[in-house]
Structure formats: structure tokens, C-alpha cells
């Protein structure tokens, strides 16, 4: 089993940058990822990192703006969230494989945390 515990959410201005993290408990040697969840919308992935942290992936509509990464001695990863648009509000979820592969889609992932509000205003 694995417990994810998503911190770091907030309120920030368009332009403004955040930090998310998830802490990890359990076997963590696991590919991970983030998705998020907008008001009345599908949850989308954002953005994953392979097991061994060789691998990364991201959704277009955050390329270039947010980078992922992991400590695995310290059973975390990061979503660094850098030029924040007002579309990037949702709850962010951080998630776990059962594999050591980058994953794209919700199926991919067998565990979630709770999630972690973010708001940017405009």
C-alpha cells in the first residue's frame, strides 16, 4: 500500500509561481504523477516521472511552465508550477503506479492522495 499527502496549494496571482509536494509513505519506488481536476471538469493529467526519475512527461498545456521531479531518499515529488494562468486552477492530485514507467492516463495510477486546492486569480 501506499499514502500520498499532497501539500503546498494556494492562492496565487497570474504569472506568480507555486510549489506542490507529495509525500510519500510505503514502497515508493513507483513511477508517479500529477492530474488536476477543474470545477466541472474531467480529471487531466499534468505531468508524470518515472520510478528512477530518467523519465518525464507533461500535458502541452503546461510545458515549459511546470517541472516535475522527485527525491526518492526523501519519498517526495515536486510540481514546481512557474507562470500561473487562471486556467491552471483545480485540485491538484498526486498519484502512484504500481510500475516503474511514466503513465499518462488516470488508469495507469493505482493510488491517490486527497488532493490540494489551487487558485490563481487574474
Known amino acids: 500500500q501506499v499514502q500520498l499527502v499532497e501539500s503546498g496549494g494556494g492562492l496565487v496571482q497570474a504569472g506568480g509561481s507555486l510549489r506542490l509536494s507529495c509525500a510519500a509513505s510505503?514502497?515508493?519506488?513507483?513511477?508517479m504523477g500529477w492530474f488536476r481536476q477543474a470545477p466541472g471538469k474531467e480529471r487531466e493529467f499534468v505531468a508524470a516521472?518515472?520510478?528512477?526519475?530518467?523519465?518525464?512527461s507533461y500535458a502541452d498545456s503546461v510545458k515549459g511552465r511546470f517541472t516535475i521531479s522527485r527525491d526518492n531518499a526523501k519519498k517526495t515529488v515536486s510540481l514546481q508550477m512557474n507562470s500561473l494562468k487562471p486556467e491552471d486552477t483545480a485540485v491538484y492530485y498526486c498519484?502512484?503506479?504500481?510500475?516503474?514507467?511514466?503513465?499518462?492516463?488516470?488508469?495507469?495510477?493505482?493510488?491517490w492522495g486527497q488532493g490540494t486546492q489551487v487558485t490563481v486569480s487574474s
Open positions: 498519484a502512484a503506479r504500481t510500475g516503474v514507467l511514466v503513465g499518462l492516463i488516470i488508469s495507469d495510477y493505482a493510488y
Open positions: 516521472i518515472s520510478a528512477s526519475a530518467d523519465r518525464t
Open positions: 510505503g514502497r515508493t519506488s513507483r513511477a
